[in-house]
């Protein structure tokens, strides 16, 4: 038994990832002890060039002695690791391989986060209907439950009319138990132990909230995700893709950045914001294979904010609180396990490069944790550190939201479509290929039931409004841009130098 890791790459392309992960988020989602152990480990592991027993991790998966399997899964994000614990559950005789650049859980992915909303509060009533089925899982599936944290949550999105009473209304359809309500900005100064007494709401139409729904332990749900399909027999890979391989029309598998080639059946893409380049990096002749619009990387700012005994008894009780008034376009998470608070501000960026090859032009994202990630507030690019402020101060008022200022902040990347669905479903003009992938920033809440639906789609099971949802060649022709479509790019956050002079950034 062994984890199978290919080093060279690891030591090339994802040995800062690790030792970032130390200094970051994963000492306060895995346990400080736990998450320094497996950093020392890792680092000691690439530079020893070991590929055989390594302690990358305490999680194992059977050695193979080919390298062609049933199903090959590139990106151990929500959409990767939830195909591959439903594959290992419903297919225990076929070969699955999970492949990503680090030991798992990679500390980039956007899916590697200390906390994220879980809810079934859509106006869409098909999201609504997949909402309540993966919140019931998060609440009753003992693999998810004790992650899963019903705070509460506040949603007040100005500019959409009657949002509470249209999520409400859907959940009447559904003839489910509610306690969701609609009330009155006022009512804020206080509800929620006074918390947002400061906060100013009164260009806000009415406030939404929900008692039943909450958050997840991000990083530690999907590492348990991940750790339970690789004791069902996943192989788990560490290790860097260079390309797609094809021959005749069809996909037969994947090549490392070092040059091992892995063969599969099945080659399912969930490699979210990275897609786009992954494909024009394997077939750069072949447009008609390209992403296009279908999915772009786009990237929103999260901090992170160490908070003080005092401060937790305060913030005991509060909810999930998402303001999307045109101002403030941001979130707070409530308190974990870990003492830390989060924010995210909603307005999305890009990093628009020139892929001469294929000679298009899309965003990707930036894969080193220096320019992504950073753990001394003296290092904030000026422009970030903004942001995170107008969501503070938006939220919690001028007075309170200083005293929540963070201590690490990070760039949180995802694919994002055009239309909010996701992308489940065969490439139509690459056989054997798979794209499971397109989270959209809402995607993550789902890691229970994802590849459930994964798995129908590979068996020809989904329903028709399903395969129409996620199909690659929806008409997308006239749909209006993605509202949260980033319009910024990296290359223009404002920063300041050593004498405090404002200039742009160098991400």
């Known amino acids: ?45 690439c530079a020893n060039n070991e590929n055989e027993e390594t302690r990358v991790q305490q999680y194992e998966a059977p050695t193979m002695s080919t390298t062609r399997v049933n199903y090959l899964i590139v990106g151990a994000g ?5 195909t591959a614990l439903h594959l290992s559950k419903q297919k225990p005789s076929a070969s699955v391989m999970l492949i990503d650049r680090t030991p798992f859980p990679c500390p980039i992915a956007a899916s590697h986060d200390i906390n994220k909303a879980v809810r079934a509060d859509y106006t869409d009533i098909f999201y609504c209907r997949l909402g309540l089925e993966t919140l019931n899982r998060w609440k009753t599936d003992p693999l998810f439950k004790n992650y899963f944290h019903q705070s509460g949550m506040i949603t007040i999105k100005n500019g959409v009319e009657s949002l509470g009473h249209k999520i409400i209304e859907n959940f009447k359809k559904f003839n489910v138990y509610y306690e969701a309500e609609v009330f009155k900005p006022a009512e804020m100064k206080t509800r929620f132990d006074g918390l947002f007494a400061d906060g100013d709401y009164s260009h806000v139409d ?30 788990y890979m560490a290790a860097s893709i260079s390309t797609l391989l094809l021959d005749a029309g ?15 059946e099945h080659v399912i893409l969930s490699t979210g914001a990275g897609t786009a380049k992954l494909i024009a990096d394997s077939v750069p002749d072949k447009p008609e294979l390209q992403v296009g619009r279908r999915i772009t990387a786009a990237a929103v700012c999260e901090a992170a904010k160490d908070v003080t005994e005092e401060q937790k008894k305060r913030y005991k009780r509060m909810p999930v609180f998402v303001l999307d008034d045109g101002v403030t376009q941001g979130e707070t998470m409530p308190i974990t396990p870990d003492s830390q608070m989060k924010f995210i501000r909603d307005v999305p ?22 320019k992504s990630q950073w753990t001394d507030p003296e290092d904030f690019p000026l422009g970030l550190k903004e942001e995170i402020e107008t969501v503070a101060k938006g939220i919690y008022g001028e007075k309170e939201g200083s005293n929540l200022l963070p201590n690490t902040l990070r760039m949180c990347w995802d694919g994002l479509t055009q239309d909010d669905n996701w992308y489940i479903c ?26 459930e639906y994964v798995i ?31 319009k910024r790019e990296l290359r223009d956050i404002k920063s300041q130098d050593a004498n405090g002079s404002i200039q742009k950034s160098k991400l």
């Open 250 to 264: 069809r996909c037969t598998g994947v090549r490392t950045t070092d040059g091992q080639a892995f063969h599969a």
């Open 349 to 370: 960026w890009k990093n628009t490069v020139r892929h001469e090859e294929s000679g298009q032009s899309f965003s990707v994202p930036l894969t080193t944790p220096s």
């Open 1 to 45: 038994m062994a984890i199978v890791q290919d080093t060279t790459s690891v030591l090339e392309d994802a040995k800062e990832e690790i030792l970032w992960t130390s200094t970051i988020l994963a000492d306060k989602s895995l346990g400080k002890q736990r998450a320094q152990g497996i950093v020392k480990s890792s680092f000691v592991a």
């Open 78 to 82: 929500v959409f990767g690791a939830s």
């Open 206 to 235: 009415e406030v939404y909230y929900n008692p039943l729904s909450g958050w997840a332990e991000a990083a530690r749900a999907l590492e348990a995700t991940t750790k339970a399909a690789v004791d069902n027999g996943v192989r």
């Open 426 to 451: 065969p490439h139509p003009r690459c056989a054997n290929l798979f794209i499971a992938t397109g989270g959209s920033f809402h995607g993550w809440k789902f890691l229970p039931i994802l590849g």
């Open 456 to 486: 129908r789609m590979l068996d020809g099971g989904l329903s028709s409004e399903e395969a129409g949802r996620w199909a690659w060649d929806r008409d997308l022709e006239g749909l209006p841009p993605n509202p949260i479509e980033p």
